[in-house]
């Protein structure tokens, strides 16, 4: 990582573990609430940077009568409260320009959705905020070729993430390929690594499958690639989530998980 990156008031630098994390979507305002602070208190207890994610609006979703979350303005004003009772950076979807505009005004960090990283508009307008930008490398995208999305973003804007989330394989299926870290980080910007969405199975159905029990495979193998933080998904009962309910880690069991990547994300530092 060539500079520090700032996304709010926190300052992201090598060394110091980055976790993204939340629930797919917004749920409710008191969910997200509660699930906000139980993340930042893990956080605190593992000595990492957290950023909460919560999408206000999943507007890739496979079927027209899957839940979407409460919208852009609505979904704003809760994470705008989220952000103000735990005192954290919040990150959050962006689909269009207009909505990137309205987006900066709250957001620390605004996300490209992966299907989205080549909309040249959208990056745009997402770096002209001044808020970071983090952008979900396509499923479709060489690692190389996640260069033009960022020097879009970095000709008008610094304060960039890029995030790996794995490879389409076929039909229905994801591959994570670890080679893809080492060549994302030659562009001098923090490598996160998605692992709950890198277990999807896209499609296929009325809504995404999943394989939640090999997140934590991929994220030891991601930390040991070495990677500057992880995104995770994160809800307390995944089975009731209203999206994305086969991949989510469980609370409970992540501060076991987050204990073991950080475990090695030190090793790796100090032996690389």
Request: hydrophobic share 45%; net charge neutral.
């Amino acid at each position: 990582m060539a500079e520090p990156i700032r996304i709010g008031s926190l300052t992201v630098t090598p060394g110091r573990f980055l976790l993204i994390a939340g629930p797919c979507v917004l749920e409710s305002e008191a969910s997200a609430l509660a699930l906000a602070k139980s993340l930042a208190q893990i956080a605190r207890e593992e000595d990492v940077d957290f950023v909460f994610k919560a999408s206000y609006d999943k507007a890739n979703r496979t079927s027209d009568a899957s839940f979407r979350g409460p919208g852009l303005e609505a979904g704003l004003k809760i994470l705008g409260r989220i952000r103000q009772a735990v005192g954290m950076p919040i990150l959050s979807d962006v689909h269009t320009p207009e909505e990137a505009g309205a987006a900066g005004k709250v957001l620390d960090c605004l996300q490209i959705p992966a299907l989205l990283s080549r909309q040249t508009d959208l990056l745009l307008a997402a770096a002209e905020t001044g808020r970071a930008v983090n952008i979900k490398k396509g499923q479709f995208m060489a690692p190389a070729d996640a260069g033009w999305a960022i020097e879009k973003v970095a000709a008008r804007n610094k304060n960039i993430l890029i995030t790996e989330r794995g490879y389409t394989f076929g039909y229905n299926n994801l591959v994570a390929d670890m080679r893809s870290l080492a060549i994302l980080r030659k562009f001098g910007y923090p490598v996160i690594f998605d692992a709950t969405h890198s277990v999807q199975l896209p499609g296929g159905g009325v809504q995404s499958g999943g394989e939640r029990e090999l997140v934590p495979v991929l994220a030891r193998a991601a930390a040991g690639a070495g990677i500057d933080g992880m995104f995770l998904e994160v809800h307390p009962e995944p089975e009731k989530a209203l999206s994305d309910n086969a991949t989510m880690v469980r609370l409970n069991e992540l501060p076991a998980l987050l204990k073991t990547i950080k475990a090695i994300y030190t090793l790796v530092g100090e032996t690389a």
